[in-house]
C-alpha cells in the first residue's frame, strides 16, 4: 500500500526464510496510517499462510524513529488508520492479528505509544542502545490503547508496570532490558542485523514444533489470544468515555500548541 505521492508506506522483503515488514514513513516518525495498517496486516497474513516463512521481523525505516504511534493527522482528517477490511487486527494490521509465526520487533529508534504497543505484541524485541520505550497517553489525556494497558503489566514487575503507566514517562532501552521487556540491546545502526541473528536461531528448529509451542504459551484458540480478550473489551469501554471527556480534547489540543494541558477532570 502507498501513501498518496510518497513512497510505498510499508516494504516487504525476505531474508532467507525470515519475513522483514518495513514501517517506510521516516518523514512522519513511521507513524501509523490506513496504508501502513493495510501493509502490515497483509504482510502478516502473507507469513501466515506461506510455509516457507518461518519467522517475522518488523522495524522503521531510518535510523531515528521505529514507530511514534497513531499518524495524528490523519486522525485530525477524520481517516480511518486501521485496515478497512479488517479492523479486527488493530493497531498497525498487528496488535491484534495473531500469527503462529514467532514475530521479532527490530526497534530502530525511539518507539513510544504505539511503537511500544508494537513491541508488546511481538515475540521477542531487540533494540538499538538509543532506543526509548513508554506509553505516554496519559500526558494527552487518553490510554494505551492498543493493548498497551493490559500488556505492560504483563510483561513488567507490576510496580514497574505501573509507574510506566501513570507517569507516562519512557524508559531507556538498557532500563527496558533490565527490566526484561526486550531480549537484547545492541549497538547503534546494527539492530536489523540482530533481528534477524535471533531469527535464525529460532527458524533452525522445527517449525510445526515451534507454532505449537507459541500457541500453547500465549493460550491461543482458534487463532485468538483467549486471555487478552477481557483486556481488549476493557480498553474499549474505557476509550469510548475517555474519548468524549474535554480532557481528551485538551491534551492533543495543547501538544499541538505546545503548551502545558490544564485538566478538569470532566
Given at each position: 500500500?502507498t501513501?498518496p505521492?510518497?513512497?510505498?508506506?510499508?516494504?516487504?522483503?525476505?531474508s532467507?526464510?525470515?519475513?522483514?515488514?518495513?514501517?517506510?514513513?521516516?518523514?512522519?516518525?513511521?507513524a501509523?496510517?490506513?496504508?501502513?495498517?493495510?501493509?502490515?496486516?497483509?504482510?502478516?497474513?502473507?507469513?501466515?499462510?506461506?510455509?516457507?516463512?518461518?519467522?517475522?521481523?518488523?522495524?522503521?525505516?531510518?535510523e531515528k524513529?521505529?514507530?511514534?504511534?497513531?499518524?495524528?493527522?490523519?486522525?485530525?482528517?477524520r481517516?480511518?488508520?486501521?485496515?478497512p477490511?479488517?479492523a479486527?487486527?488493530?493497531?498497525?494490521?498487528?496488535?491484534?492479528?495473531?500469527?503462529?509465526?514467532?514475530?521479532?520487533?527490530?526497534?530502530?529508534?525511539?518507539?513510544?505509544g504505539?511503537?511500544?504497543?508494537?513491541?508488546?505484541?511481538?515475540?521477542?524485541?531487540?533494540?538499538?542502545?538509543?532506543?526509548k520505550f513508554?506509553?505516554?497517553?496519559?500526558?494527552?489525556?487518553?490510554?494505551?490503547?492498543?493493548?498497551?494497558?493490559?500488556?505492560i503489566?504483563d510483561?513488567l514487575?507490576?510496580?514497574?508496570?505501573?509507574?510506566?503507566?501513570?507517569?507516562g514517562e519512557?524508559?531507556?532501552?538498557?532500563?527496558?532490558?533490565?527490566w526484561g521487556?526486550?531480549?537484547q540491546?545492541?549497538k547503534?545502526?546494527?539492530?536489523?542485523?540482530?533481528?534477524l541473528?535471533?531469527?535464525?536461531?529460532?527458524?533452525?528448529?522445527?517449525?510445526?514444533?515451534?507454532?505449537?509451542?507459541?500457541?500453547?504459551?500465549?493460550?491461543?484458540?482458534?487463532?485468538?489470544?483467549?486471555?487478552?480478550?477481557?483486556?481488549?473489551?476493557?480498553?474499549t469501554?474505557?476509550?469510548q468515555?475517555l474519548?468524549?471527556?474535554?480532557?481528551?480534547k485538551e491534551?492533543?489540543?495543547?501538544?499541538?500548541?505546545?503548551?502545558?494541558?490544564v485538566?478538569q477532570a470532566?
Open positions: 500500500m501513501d505521492g510518497t513512497q510505498p508506506a510499508v516494504l516487504v522483503g525476505r532467507g526464510d525470515v519475513l522483514i515488514i518495513t514501517i517506510n514513513r521516516p518523514e512522519a516518525r513511521n501509523i496510517n490506513a496504508a501502513v495498517s493495510i501493509g502490515v496486516g497483509e504482510a502478516l497474513e502473507e507469513a501466515q499462510n506461506d510455509p516457507a516463512v518461518r519467522a517475522v521481523v518488523i522495524t522503521g525505516a531510518g524513529s521505529f514507530c511514534a504511534g497513531a499518524d495524528l493527522k490523519a486522525i485530525s482528517r481517516e480511518n488508520i486501521y485496515h477490511d479488517h479486527e487486527w488493530g493497531f498497525a494490521g498487528y496488535v491484534h492479528h495473531f500469527i503462529d509465526k514467532p514475530t521479532i520487533a527490530a526497534v530502530n529508534g525511539t518507539a513510544l504505539g511503537g511500544t504497543e508494537l513491541a508488546l505484541a511481538s515475540d521477542l524485541v531487540v533494540a538499538d542502545e538509543l532506543a513508554g506509553l505516554p497517553e496519559v500526558k494527552r489525556g487518553l490510554i494505551a490503547a492498543a493493548g498497551g494497558v493490559f500488556r503489566m510483561q514487575p507490576r510496580k514497574v508496570a505501573m509507574e510506566l503507566l501513570l507517569t519512557p524508559l531507556t532501552a538498557s532500563d527496558a532490558w533490565e521487556l526486550v531480549n540491546v545492541v547503534e545502526g546494527s539492530v536489523l542485523d540482530a533481528a541473528a535471533l531469527a535464525a536461531r529460532v527458524t533452525v528448529n522445527a517449525p510445526l514444533s515451534v507454532q505449537a509451542s507459541k500457541r500453547v504459551a500465549y493460550g491461543v484458540d482458534d487463532g485468538v489470544i483467549v486471555g487478552d480478550e477481557p483486556g481488549w473489551d476493557r480498553t469501554r474505557e476509550m468515555t474519548i468524549r471527556s474535554e480532557d481528551a491534551g492533543p489540543l495543547a501538544f499541538a500548541e505546545k503548551r502545558e494541558p485538566w470532566r
